[in-house]
RNA sequence: GGGGGAAUGUCCCGAGCGGCAAAGGGGGCGGACUGUAAAUCCGCUGGCUAAGCCUUCGUAGGUUCGAGUCCUACUUCCCCCA
């Protein structure tokens, strides 16, 4: 693969930002991808109501495909996610309503639909869902049209069932048997919608290549596969987790203020591989930002903010979150457009205790949280450190109609009566 | 079917002679240093306007002045024999 020259321009992308982990045959893919008739898919579950960052380099990937001539197919795993996915080890997964996954299908939806163009052209995307075979499929047929075809020697000697039984670890049927379903989706894309690739992260290896074997088996056009590496932060944490728990990628369940932040506070170290990542950015320019080091890497961290919060909320969200961040954090001043939480004029006319009030603003939890907090010396009104835990913010304290609560350095919150 | 073991602070792992708001770690949050970074060091990590009170150790009972700890039943998971 290291001398592998691309001659499309989507495998040309996939390389050079650093998306590509494994392919299964990288000249045939590329092939098919200069003659523009690359056809992917990429599965996504549907146990949560949106998608997070996690899922955004699979989404950036499906996005490449489209700029450069091919046709995306985000599977949406409705069927799929009605026996649960048991692969995540020992918890047993709730079993979720078809309700509830209908719901989530939705919002997984809208967040495509920022990132992609749908249609009934060539390369506009498609969006079905494993539900429309899976569900319908009866036992007794799909052992005998698809089951056969299913080597369980060769099953065994797959690293996702290997290191399992070597562990001597629990390994159910219906795990078991879920590789076999999504080897039968991408057989069945492929019969709809002349689907010839399947890509994922580098867990998925297994489950792809187990579909082209499938696909051989069947009677399908050579099947393809590529897998993108395992995210993690330079440190080696998981990708996107914060204090208030994953970065969606919808407004009402992260704003666009905290996208912006959870970009801004990249380490160093990742901020070239996310531009390459997560921006569109084109690869001169990304190579210049790259270049800047020491404190000037922040400029390239406000550029990665920029771009990675316009593609999911436009260009005016993002560039609202930037000068809210400038106003904050260089001018230090109180921008107004920061968060914002209201109380009734009766309230702050009769006085609101200080503690009360960080609840209230979301930055603690509990008064508790809030007391050990200011013991920490980490909460502070209108930029001045809170001593007393009984003191008592009143209209006095209001600044421009506002009273700035600050957790730490980086999270404020407005205080405004109405 | 028979025998043995395990469930702990609702983020995770994990110690726990009958006096326990319960060791230790990871993670998280805050502070210091910096650049809204990393690394490092320090503090915090049940609830309640709190010298006190309240609720926590799989579930339900019981023994005890007192139960995470002992007894009984139940639930779930794991292991061994068949």
Same mark, same amino acid.
């Given at each position: 693969?290291?001398?592998?020259?691309?001659?499309?321009?989507?495998?040309?992308?996939?390389?050079?930002?650093?998306?590509?982990?494994?392919?299964?045959?990288?000249?045939?893919?590329?092939?098919?991808?200069?003659?523009?008739?690359?056809?992917?898919y990429i599965g996504f579950d549907c146990t949560a109501p949106?998608?997070?960052?996690?899922?955004?380099?699979?989404?950036?990937?499906?996005?490449?495909?489209?700029? #450069?001539?091919?046709?995306?197919v985000p599977l949406m795993g409705g069927g799929t996610t009605r026996v649960g996915d048991p692969s995540?080890?020992?918890?047993a997964r709730k079993i979720l309503s078809i309700e509830a996954i209908e719901e989530n299908k939705d919002g997984i939806k809208?967040?495509f639909?920022?990132?992609?163009?749908?249609?009934? =052209?060539? #390369?506009?995307?498609v969006m079905p869902d494993n539900a429309e075979w899976l569900t319908k499929l009866n036992y007794i047929d799909f052992l005998r049209d698809v089951g056969r075809h299913f080597?369980?020697?060769?099953?065994?000697?797959?690293?996702?069932?290997?290191?399992?039984?070597?562990?001597?670890?629990?390994?159910s049927f219906i795990e078991f048997n879920y590789m076999c379903l999504q080897a039968y989706d991408f057989v069945e894309l492929n019969k709809r919608y002349?689907c010839?690739?399947q890509?994922?992260?580098?867990?998925q290896?297994?489950n792809?290549?187990t579909g082209?074997?499938l696909g051989?088996?069947m009677?399908t056009?050579?099947?393809?596969?590529?897998?993108?590496?395992?995210?993690?932060?330079?440190?080696?944490?998981?990708? =996107?987790?914060?204090?208030?728990?994953?970065?969606?990628?919808?407004?009402?369940?992260?704003?666009?203020?905290?996208?912006?932040?959870?970009?801004?506070?990249?380490?160093?170290?990742?901020?070239?591989?996310?531009?390459?990542?997560? #921006?569109?950015?084109?690869?001169?320019?990304?190579?210049?930002?790259?270049?800047? =080091?020491?404190?000037?890497?922040?400029?390239?961290?406000?550029?990665?903010?920029?771009?990675?919060?316009?593609?999911?909320?436009?260009?005016?969200?993002?560039?609202?979150?930037?000068?809210?961040?400038?106003?904050?954090?260089?001018?230090?001043?109180?921008?107004?457009?920061?968060?914002?939480?209201?109380?009734?004029?009766?309230?702050?006319?009769?006085?609101?205790?200080?503690?009360?009030?960080?609840?209230?603003?979301?930055?603690?939890?509990?008064?508790?949280? %809030?007391?050990?907090?200011?013991?920490?010396?980490?909460?502070?009104?209108?930029?001045?450190?809170? %001593?007393?835990?009984?003191?008592?913010?009143?209209?006095?304290?209001?600044?421009?109609?506002?009273?700035?609560?600050?957790? =730490?350095?980086?999270?404020?919150?407005?205080?405004?009566?109405?």
């Amino acid at each position: 693969m290291a001398d592998f020259r691309p001659k499309s321009e989507f495998l040309a992308a996939l390389i050079e930002r650093g998306y590509l982990h494994q392919c299964s045959d990288l000249e045939g893919l590329d092939a098919k991808a200069r003659a523009g008739e690359l056809i992917a898919y990429i599965g996504f579950d549907c146990t949560a109501p949106s998608l997070h960052v996690g899922s955004l380099l699979p989404i950036m990937m499906l996005s490449w495909l489209q700029k #450069t001539g091919g046709k995306p197919v985000p599977l949406m795993g409705g069927g799929t996610t009605r026996v649960g996915d048991p692969s995540g080890k020992d918890e047993a997964r709730k079993i979720l309503s078809i309700e509830a996954i209908e719901e989530n299908k939705d919002g997984i939806k809208r967040v495509f639909s920022k990132f992609l163009k749908f249609g009934d =052209g060539k #390369t506009d995307a498609v969006m079905p869902d494993n539900a429309e075979w899976l569900t319908k499929l009866n036992y007794i047929d799909f052992l005998r049209d698809v089951g056969r075809h299913f080597s369980v020697n060769r099953m065994m000697s797959m690293d996702s069932v290997k290191l399992r039984l070597e562990r001597d670890q629990e390994l159910s049927f219906i795990e078991f048997n879920y590789m076999c379903l999504q080897a039968y989706d991408f057989v069945e894309l492929n019969k709809r919608y002349g689907c010839i690739a399947q890509m994922g992260g580098s867990d998925q290896w297994g489950n792809i290549v187990t579909g082209i074997d499938l696909g051989r088996r069947m009677g399908t056009p050579q099947l393809y596969a590529l897998t993108s590496p395992l995210l993690t932060t330079a440190s080696g944490q998981k990708m =996107g987790k914060t204090h208030s728990g994953a970065v969606w990628l919808e407004a009402d369940m992260c704003s666009p203020w905290d996208y912006w932040q959870f970009w801004r506070n990249a380490e160093d170290a990742d901020v070239a591989r996310f531009l390459k990542l997560f #921006t569109f950015l084109p690869m001169d320019e990304i190579a210049r930002l790259a270049a800047l =080091g020491g404190a000037e890497i922040n400029e390239a961290k406000k550029v990665l903010a920029n771009e990675a919060t316009a593609l999911v909320h436009g260009r005016e969200a993002a560039e609202q979150a930037a000068e809210t961040a400038r106003k904050t954090f260089e001018e230090g001043v109180a921008a107004d457009t920061l968060p914002t939480v209201e109380i009734s004029a009766a309230e702050m006319d009769a006085g609101v205790g200080v503690l009360t009030a960080f609840v209230q603003a979301g930055l603690v939890a509990s008064t508790g949280e %809030a007391r050990r907090q200011i013991k920490g010396g980490g909460l502070r009104v209108n930029d001045a450190p809170v %001593a007393d835990e009984r003191g008592v913010l009143r209209a006095a304290d209001l600044r421009d109609g506002a009273i700035k609560l600050s957790l =730490g350095k980086k999270k404020h919150v407005l205080l405004k009566s109405k």
